[in-house]
């Protein structure tokens, strides 16, 4: 019984190991090569446009993706899954996504032309796609696959950078490598079907988790993105990068979440025993610990790569490291926590959360911001992100004793509420 449970912790470790790598390789190239070549070629003012610009296509890319992807995956637990069910929903998400980009980025005061608003479209599109088509890896545990994935999405934006110079304009720089990611997949998958499975009967229920789930996740991300949105309308491009550029390392660190939380969601989709409050206390202490650690060490990590990178731009992004890096570690454990309690409790107390979330987001930062400048943002957000972690604490502790709640649990959670 020890040798299988510490086989499985085994097991479980090499699999978050081998896609944090993959997904940290894919942010480090985007981060740290591609965002630097931008600031260099378009200066401090632009780059704060193009970060964004970056935020909404993030905020509709994850959206989208993610919601039919983790649907997929909660879904998996009932038995096989139709890609039809949701492949139609990331087309049809992707269309309007791109399309709502467009007067986002032309009346957004963002100096961008009508070629540079498409090409952004086009970026949006192949986002929420490339959000969905890791579930191709995440359904069969095929972390190896999940891993080569993303190898080849950052091989394709750092030719993103060379192609750049032959066609000036900053979104071509990820375009590739989105391309080249869903290309993979649609040679190799075989769980993304192109349309070719027919929708299954339980069609409408599973369109009701994806909806829920999508509303959730663009709360979520509206909110985590909600800082580079209020610095552009309310102190200007030139804030939204130094506190990009304060918050770097921390933000990076979240980037972790994903292929963290794809690994935490695979294995208790397959666990259907109760939760205790030794589990959650457990869980407890192990993401404090968390914080304080990855806390410490983004703001090391922002001496160095910030100095490194952006050295024109190090004076004034250092007294921002550990209140901007504090504010984004809370954010990434609380990604972690609201997971385990996908798991633990009804849907709909993700929706839940998000909701206090961005109310306590919009009641606390922007006042705060427009009375105290970036730093009264940086205290606001830093605030609301431990707000987020507690409550997803506490939520976890009021469901213990619960089991694991299959697909249909959830389903029946959304048609209700």
């Known amino acids: 019984m020890k040798s299988d449970l510490k086989s499985k912790i085994k097991t479980i470790a090499s699999d978050s190991i081998l896609s944090i790598i993959a997904l940290v390789l894919m ?7 591609v965002y630097p070549f931008w600031k260099r070629a ?12 970056m935020s909404i296509v993030n905020i509709f890319g994850i959206t989208v993706g993610n919601a039919a992807n983790n649907a997929r995956m909660v879904a998996s637990v009932k038995g096989k899954t139709e890609d039809g069910d949701y492949s139609i929903f990331v087309l049809t998400g992707s269309v309007i996504s791109a399309l709502g980009t467009l007067p986002l980025i032309l009346f957004g005061g963002l100096d961008m032309d009508l070629t540079t608003a498409v090409l952004t479209g086009v970026l949006t599109f192949v986002t929420c796609w490339r959000y969905y088509c890791d579930v191709e890896f995440r359904l069969n545990i095929n972390y190896k696959g999940y891993f080569l994935y993303y190898v080849i999405i950052s091989i394709g934006y750092a030719l993103g950078i060379a192609l750049m110079q032959v066609i000036p304009y900053w979104p071509v720089a990820l375009i590739p490598g989105e391309l080249a990611g869903l290309i993979f997949v649609r040679v190799k ?6 349309f070719r499975d027919k929708r299954s009967p339980d069609f409408t229920s599973i369109l009701g988790t994806i909806f829920l789930l999508s509303v959730t996740y663009f709360i979520n991300n509206l909110v985590f993105n909600g800082d580079r949105l209020l610095l552009e309308h309310t102190l200007g491009g030139d804030f939204v990068t130094i506190y990009y550029l304060g918050s770097l390392v921390g933000k990076t660190m979240t980037l972790i979440t994903s292929p ?8 208790l989709a397959r666990y ?8 959650v206390t457990w869980l407890l ?3 404090f610990g968390t914080i304080v650690l990855f806390s410490g060490l983004s703001v090391l990590g922002s001496y160095i790569l910030i100095q490194l990178l952006y050295p024109e731009s190090f004076e004034q992004a250092l007294p921002f490291f550990l209140i901007g890096n504090a504010a984004q570690i809370f954010y990434f454990v609380a990604n972690v926590v609201t997971t385990v309690l996908l798991r633990m409790a009804k849907a709909n107390y993700q929706l839940k959360i998000n909701i206090v979330y961005a109310v ?3 009641a606390c930062c922007i006042p705060a911001t427009i009375f105290g400048g970036l730093w009264g943002f940086c205290f606001a957000i830093l605030f609301v992100n431990i707000v987020r972690y507690l409550m997803a604490i506490i939520l976890c502790y009021t469901h213990t004793g619960s089991r694991a709640l299959g697909a249909s649990s959830v389903a029946e959670t959304e048609q209700k509420g």
């Open 27 to 33: 942010n480090v190239v985007a981060q740290f090569i």
């Open 42 to 53: 378009y200066g401090s003012d632009f780059y704060g446009h193009i970060l964004y610009a």
């Open 189 to 194: 998958g075989k769980v993304i079907s192109g």
């Open 260 to 267: 963290m939380n794809s690994v935490i969601i695979g294995y």
């Open 272 to 279: 259907h025993g109760q939760f205790t409050k030794k589990m």
């Open 285 to 287: 202490g192990v993401t």
């Open 360 to 362: 306590t987001f919009l």
